[in-house]
């Protein structure tokens, strides 16, 4: 079993389900006391998202590519950034290490083809639906990504920072965020895309018919796989 370097901490909320689900899925994979073999970097977030709001994207690659190199350093043999939105950044982290970078986007993509869709709606912060860079990414995979309105990305960027980083998962939000994946659904989408890896805290597939991408569960899917690749041992 290789070792999955996890850079995290935005926010920790997501990064602990990272965490667990790569636990889990190698038991099921492997059986009995088995789990997966981790090392973790959890940084402040606060650190992070003040350079996000500043728009120094630069500073941010700096910091995080830093931590992916001590992640290998560590003895990681790959990497996952667990975050959508500072995979802004990824191309700076990849060039710090020598270990392959997992990213989610490509992650993403493979499990919206592989369920013959290719126009998906996108949930996420307002970094994220606003970047071109998440939809070029998609694009150059064969999907099409269709964003909320403005006022409507706000209210996800509000329910993402102000409550599910802050460990609050709130009725209302959840059943504004529904609203946004049916008027997504009715625009046309085959699918929506969580493209926060918090949202998967508030959104599950059983409170929808529309199809939903769980980035983090893809994305932690992909590392295991990854990992175990040659079998696991």
Known sequence: MR??????????????????????????????LRSAE??????????????????DWTG??????????????????????CTNTMHEVAGALQEAVDV???????????AVRAAGASRVGLLGTAFTVQQDSY???????GVEVVVPAPAQRELVH??????????????????????????????????VVLGCTELEL?????????RLFPTTRLHVEAAVSAALEDGGS
């Not at 996890?6 to 009995?32: F, K």
């Not at 700096?62 to 290998?72: F, G, M, P, T, Y």
């Not at 959840?174 to 659904?185: H, I, N």
């Open 60 to 81: 941010a690659g700096r910091v995080l590519a830093r931590e992916a190199a001590a992640l290998e350093a560590g003895g990681a043999d790959l990497l996952v950034l």
């Open 202 to 210: 508030l959104l599950r597939q059983d409170d929808t018919d529309v």
């Open 3 to 32: 070792t999955i370097g996890m850079l995290g901490g935005m926010s920790w909320e997501s990064t602990a389900e990272y965490y667990r689900l790569a636990n889990e899925l190698v038991r099921e994979r492997l059986g009995g």
């Open 100 to 110: 392959p970078l997992l990213h989610i986007v490509d992650v993403t993509a493979a």
């Open 158 to 191: 509000r329910v993402i920072y102000d409550e599910l980083c802050r460990g609050v998962v709130d009725a209302g939000s959840r059943a504004a965020c529904l609203a946004l994946v049916a008027d997504l659904a009715a625009a046309g989408c085959e699918g």
């Open 135 to 141: 939809r070029e990414r998609m694009a150059a995979h």
């Open 38 to 55: 981790l090392l973790v970097r959890s940084v402040d977030f606060a650190r992070i998202e003040r350079l996000q709001a500043a728009g």
